[in-house]
């Protein structure tokens, strides 16, 4: 049994002086909990932070939406705002888990949520993640809903999240806080490749918090939509999913934004993807060259190579729908 202390904390201060190595804060408990049942989280001291001031959903100061770390997913989903300017958001974040489960995760906790790799929640399993050189049982092993781009020879854990594939594509921004004062962090920054540190997630340091994530402005007419394939029609997480925000003109693509889940290691954009649509006419060609380029020399395994092909065709056919009526 691992034994914790455990605080209620009444400010950010207050979380932040009980905060360090070995401490895990505590929003929904929705991954926390489950996984200190298991064993595979095991933190000293266990602080809960439900009770600060972090759940507001309004505008940010510079433009755009401000979403507190402690807003619940089904708050955020539902919010006229984020439904109005953001829908690839609500819709990531009504794909995922239940309505029970999204009443109680939160934003900062779905964006440090950990893999579902059944390994990494196995403690009798060799897990690089978990026991850092205690090898990887998934390499070789089961790995169907395991990542192909992205990873390394330590580790192929997917990225679980689906808020997160939403939020990369629409250019989030993270609010850290910390024992050495505050940053923002582009969501495209803020993930870590596992290369030989697999068990280093995010640029997040011990006891450091996310505040809040804010969201640019809308791009002038810009339509969004995600779509997520996975095995049910619901509570399960993706094999593949598309984020896709673009503006389209008289049938050219102005400015594209994608980002994928379930294939990658952390929710994944490639640039050059994107530049090879922008300025282009609408084609199914051309969406198709798009998949091409984020799929083309990807390492699966036996297991998850289906992946390629699911991946290009989620891609394709979140292209089609975001560009249909435009
Ligand atoms: C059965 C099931 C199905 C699911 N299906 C999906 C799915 O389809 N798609 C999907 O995207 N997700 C899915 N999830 C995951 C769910 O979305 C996450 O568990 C949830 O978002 C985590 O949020 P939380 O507030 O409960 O986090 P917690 O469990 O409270 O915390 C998770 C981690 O985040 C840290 N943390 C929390 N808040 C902060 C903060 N402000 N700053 C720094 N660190 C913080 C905690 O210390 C902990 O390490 C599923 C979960 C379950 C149990
Ligand atoms: S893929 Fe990563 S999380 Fe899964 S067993 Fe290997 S090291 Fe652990």
């Given at each position: 049994?691992?034994?914790?202390?455990?605080?209620?904390?009444?400010s950010?201060?207050?979380?932040l002086?009980?905060?360090?190595?070995?401490a895990?804060?505590?929003?929904?408990?929705?991954?926390?909990?489950d996984?200190m049942?298991?064993?595979?989280?095991?933190?000293?001291?266990v602080i809960d932070?439900n009770?600060l001031?972090l759940?507001?959903?309004g505008?940010?100061p510079?433009?755009?939406l401000r979403?507190?770390?402690l807003?619940?997913n089904s708050d955020v989903?539902?919010?006229p705002?984020v439904?109005?300017?953001y829908?690839?958001?609500?819709?990531?974040?009504l794909?995922?888990?239940?309505?029970?489960l999204?009443?109680?995760?939160?934003?900062?906790?779905?964006?440090?949520q950990?893999?579902r790799?059944?390994y990494?929640?196995?403690?009798?399993?060799a897990?690089n993640k978990?026991?850092p050189?205690?090898g990887?049982?998934?390499i070789?092993g089961?790995?169907r809903?395991?990542a192909?781009?992205?990873t390394?020879e330590?580790?192929?854990?997917?990225?679980p999240?689906d808020q997160?594939?939403?939020?990369?594509?629409?250019?989030?921004?993270?609010?850290?806080?910390?024992?050495?004062?505050?940053?923002?962090?582009?969501?495209g920054?803020f993930?870590?490749?596992?290369?030989?540190?697999?068990e280093?997630?995010t640029v997040?340091?011990?006891?450091?918090?996310i505040?809040?994530?804010?969201?640019?402005?809308?791009?002038?007419?810009a339509?969004s939509?995600?779509l997520k394939?996975?095995?049910?029609?619901?509570?399960e997480f993706?094999?593949?999913?598309?984020a896709?925000?673009a503006?389209v003109?008289n049938g050219?693509?102005?400015?594209v934004?994608?980002?994928?889940?379930?294939?990658?290691t952390?929710?994944?954009r490639?640039?050059?993807a994107?530049?090879a649509?922008e300025?282009k006419?609408?084609?199914?060609?051309?969406?198709a060259?798009?998949?091409?380029i984020?799929l083309?020399?990807v390492?699966p395994q036996?297991?998850?190579?289906?992946?390629?092909e699911?991946?290009?065709?989620?891609?394709?056919?979140?292209?089609?729908?975001v560009?249909?009526?435009?």
């Amino acid at each position: 049994m691992n034994f914790f202390s455990f605080s209620r904390a009444a400010s950010v201060a207050d979380a932040l002086r009980d905060a360090g190595a070995g401490a895990k804060f505590v929003a929904g408990g929705t991954t926390l909990v489950d996984l200190m049942k298991l064993d595979v989280e095991t933190p000293a001291v266990v602080i809960d932070i439900n009770r600060l001031p972090l759940a507001e959903v309004g505008p940010a100061p510079e433009g755009g939406l401000r979403i507190g770390a402690l807003a619940r997913n089904s708050d955020v989903a539902h919010h006229p705002a984020v439904v109005r300017d953001y829908p690839v958001l609500a819709e990531a974040l009504l794909s995922g888990a239940s309505a029970q489960l999204r009443n109680m995760a939160t934003t900062g906790g779905n964006l440090v949520q950990r893999t579902r790799c059944v390994y990494f929640r196995d403690t009798a399993s060799a897990c690089n993640k978990r026991v850092p050189g205690s090898g990887c049982a998934a390499i070789g092993g089961y790995n169907r809903n395991l990542a192909i781009v992205g990873t390394s020879e330590h580790c192929i854990a997917s990225h679980p999240s689906d808020q997160n594939v939403a939020l990369t594509a629409l250019e989030a921004t993270v609010q850290i806080t910390g024992a050495r004062g505050d940053r923002s962090v582009p969501i495209g920054e803020f993930y870590l490749l596992p290369g030989d540190t697999p068990e280093r997630e995010t640029v997040l340091e011990p006891g450091e918090m996310i505040t809040s994530v804010t969201l640019p402005p809308p791009a002038p007419g810009a339509r969004s939509t995600y779509l997520k394939l996975r095995d049910r029609a619901s509570y399960e997480f993706a094999l593949a999913s598309a984020a896709v925000v673009a503006t389209v003109t008289n049938g050219t693509l102005e400015r594209v934004r994608i980002a994928m889940g379930g294939i990658g290691t952390k929710p994944w954009r490639n640039r050059d993807a994107e530049l090879a649509l922008e300025g282009k006419r609408v084609s199914a060609e051309r969406f198709a060259a798009a998949a091409q380029i984020i799929l083309s020399g990807v390492k699966p395994q036996p297991g998850n190579a289906f992946k390629v092909e699911l991946g290009k065709r989620c891609l394709v056919h979140a292209l089609k729908l975001v560009t249909a009526e435009a």
